[in-house]
């Protein structure tokens, strides 16, 4: 089974936020190859949908990819149109926690990132649907934003 060449495009989602997404096919591991093919071939030339991408800079997920913590912001830098990239420093994969419903396991626990994150993609989405201006003035103590448009 291939999944190159499918098209996940929605036009009714009008942006999007990305918590530590998968990147570029071509710097995936062995395992990945051998378990997951389908990563092979992302392919980030069709998202045009305004994003938030959201990567840690200690994410390195050795397991997935050979490119270090970069391979996570690929949608930023590979995708066309209106992008964010908010990089955390310090953060692995959980952001200090956001790890899912009823799921305590983190290997970098930080209550204040999981707020700025939750503060941050909360008033990112309400930008890009409503039209405010303030999402860029939330306080990021431990990060960076960075704009594409």
């Known amino acids: 089974?291939?999944?190159e060449g499918v098209s996940?495009?929605?036009?009714?989602?009008?942006?999007?936020?990305?918590?530590g997404s998968t990147g570029r096919?071509?710097?995936?591991t062995d395992l990945v190859r051998e378990n997951y093919s389908f990563?092979?071939?992302?392919?980030?030339?069709?998202?045009?949908?305004p994003a938030l991408v959201v990567?840690?800079?200690a994410d390195a997920s050795a397991h997935l990819t050979t490119m270090g913590p970069d391979w996570h912001a690929d949608p930023y830098h590979l995708?066309?149109?209106?992008?964010?990239?908010?990089?955390?420093?310090?953060?692995?994969?959980?952001?200090?926690?956001?790890?899912?419903?009823?799921?305590?396991?983190?290997?970098?626990?930080n209550p204040e990132r999981v707020a700025?994150?939750?503060r941050l993609t909360t008033a990112y989405l309400r930008a890009q649907l409503h039209g405010t201006d303030d999402w860029k003035d939330v306080e990021v103590t431990d990060g960076r934003i960075d704009s594409k448009s």
């Not at 096919?25 to 995936?28: E, F, R």
Request: glycine share 14%.
């Open 39 to 49: 990563m092979q071939h992302t392919d980030f030339s069709g998202m045009t949908t």
């Open 55 to 57: 990567a840690g800079d």
């Open 116 to 118: 700025t994150v939750l």
């Open 25 to 28: 096919g071509d710097a995936v």
């Open 79 to 109: 995708a066309p149109g209106p992008k964010d990239l908010l990089t955390l420093f310090g953060a692995e994969h959980g952001f200090g926690g956001v790890s899912g419903y009823d799921v305590a396991e983190t290997t970098d626990e």
């Open 1 to 3: 089974m291939t999944t």
């Open 8 to 19: 996940l495009k929605d036009d009714r989602i009008k942006a999007g936020v990305l918590l």
